[in-house]
């Protein structure tokens, strides 16, 4: 098993906003917990103010890009690793598989585990796995993402 190379988790805002292309109020990750070369662990705490909230929880398409984005906060620190100073854009390509088993309420504290499956280019597969602060796993997901210049 590989090294966590974090010597501390990531928690402050500006530095999450540095590491990944979304702003506000786009903003569905705001910690990252542990990081190695093919894995990851974030965080998100849903805010009351959430734009994809849907009866005080978030939708399932806050969850799913809350999943991706969370790729996209890993991938965000390997750039600052090798000395980038702005981080990639890049989307969600295919979706492989989803399953949404709960929703998160406002206030509620997710942890979400990726790991990159395959890596070909610029397009990048990957599952994530989201846990709710009792580490029941209430997401599942595979994904392809794309990264562009």
């Known amino acids: 098993m590989a090294e966590n190379l974090l010597h501390h988790p990531i928690t402050s805002h ?19 917990y542990e990081y190695t070369a093919l894995t990851g662990v974030t965080g998100f705490t849903v805010p009351e103010d959430s734009v994809l909230l849907d009866e005080n ?52 504290t997710l942890k979400t585990y990726v790991e990159i499956l395959h890596e070909i280019m610029n397009v990048t597969s990957v599952s994530a796995r989201t846990e709710n602060e009792n580490g029941i796993v209430i997401a599942t997901s595979e994904m392809k993402t794309v990264t562009v210049e």
Do not use: W
Request: charged letters at 20%.
């Open 14 to 32: 500006q530095e999450i906003i540095n590491l990944i292309p979304q702003k506000e109020p786009f903003v569905f990750v705001d910690t990252l």
């Open 57 to 108: 929880k978030l939708a399932e398409s806050g969850l799913i890009e809350h999943m991706a984005q969370s790729m996209s906060l890993h991938r965000g620190y390997q750039g600052s690793l090798s000395g980038q100073t702005k981080p990639k854009t890049g989307f969600i390509g295919v979706i492989k598989t989803v399953e949404i088993f709960g929703l998160p309420e406002v206030g509620e």
